[in-house]
């Protein structure tokens, strides 16, 4: 009885870990971001629109799928892979997917689907990393993305934050 | 009446025989020139192939000397593999010229496609945003994560029976067919080169790891020369086979043919041609020095005889006989130095009747008595020490086996006595040969 406790005890430790995502390194400039694996997750630092991010933004590395901590930004929120690879020399855009789900205050989920094409690059420094921005995040208490894109499974993350008004 | 009609014939003989013979020079002479500088061409040919023979021989490779036929063995080889890895460069470097030039057909390519794609993309999302709520099915299809190839597929699966039932959808149905057409048109392409670029790609990776296989194979080739194929001794290597390898001019084939003759025989060859250019050097002279043209044959023969000369006086100097002042530069195994012995040569060639009479004097020596030493009178009369030993001359005359008169004779210095009758005097009155006898006969 005692050894089936502690089994379950683990097991329900263990699947608790795996749909928790966490925040690893701060990589910057996009140099740095680049040298990262392909297909790493990045919540862009203290940026909240596509045009702000530049040479300089703070990338955050998101480690693992699920639940996210997150500092809170009013303004919104953005994210980004890195696509850099010397092998992909097609130089074929490759389609980027999210579909983002709003809970908002009143237990309403909005659902918005979002899709953007991005050349993965060979150039190390190149500013053109495929991105999403979530604007929009008044009165909304939690925001689910799913991402995926036809450049390959490493794409495909699930992520989830609380917005704390 | 003969002698009156021989008369008249005689001017005439005398006005055409200055013309024979000027034509006569003429032809001569020219020979002589021709010929001369055709022999002095090959004797350069000669000289510069035993100098590089030479050269070449005086590598050694662990402590080994090297060969000339081996050198020309591994030199077949590895010219054939530098062919090759020339041939494959340049199929490498046209492989990777159109590489490049296709590069720029795949950017077109690529830029064709992503537009046709991002038209595609748009078009797709109105397609669905018009077919909601008359085909939720498809429209959440279209808009959903499934690749392009699909969403076009079973939308033309759907397109008849979507135009039939809604009249209303055919202008997004239309603008569809023309995008997914332009889409289908730029994919194709895209795969066309695509195809084309894996292919080359595929090529140059084949051609390169060829290269560098056929790299390795030089260095298995040079190891049958040394084991120890390190970098100084590839360059070493490297340096003599490129001397062995005759490029496509006839100049470095007539050397490499020269070269790669066995060392003796080059030498040889060597003192032959010399031979033949101190004749010609001779005959030349002879000709400046106005002595006068000689018949065709006589040149000929003087040419032979130099040839032949060069060679015995060669021969002779390589046997040890002292015929030449620095003997040991000939002797025996000595190194060949290619200048000396076509000195040697040209001069046996050039006074070729003196080289034969110094010839004939050392066979003569040689021949007489097997021996080298000359015979030798006694310096004195030699009884008194006959008989202060209480010896007899009819003992001595029986050891010389010959008459008791004759050994008397060479006792008193009036006759001659050879080598060994010297040495047999010397043994029975127990002196030296120096002591007893000298060259010269007494007064």
Redesign the interface.
Known sequence: MLRIITLLTVLTLGASQACAAGLGGKFSPLEAMHQTPYGSLFFIEDTANDFDIRRGAIFVLIQGDGNLRLPTQSQGYCFAFNHYTITDRSKLSKTYRARIRKTLANGKIKSENFSAEFIPTPIITSPAVPNLCINGVSGVTLIQIEFNSEAGPAFSRTIAFSLVE | MSASSAQPASPQASIARPGTRLRKEFFVSTFVIVLTVLVGTVCIFALASTLTQSRILSLSFDGVPASIWKLDSVRQDWSALRKQIADQTEALKAANSANLMLEDR??KA??G??WA??QL?DTLYEVSASLSGIDNDLSDFL?G?A??GAKVARLKASNARLRNGQASLAGVLDQFDKISGAYAIAKTE?DEY?AESKGLNQKITSLASGIKSIQDSIDVVFSKITKNVDAPTRARIENALYELNPTSTWFSKAISWFVILQPDVLSLILVVLMGVLGSSMQILHSLFRGDGIQSFGDYVLRLSVGAITALVIFIVAKAGVPIIADASRLNGDAPINPYFVSFVAIISGLMSEQAIVTVQNQGQRFFANGTSEPDRWARQDLNPDLAAQNLDVPTLARYLTISNEAAEAILKGSQRATSEQQKIVAIYLRKSVRDLFSDLPQR
């Open positions: 795949g950017t690529a830029q496609l992503n794609k991002e993309k808009s994560s690749d392009y895209y695509d």
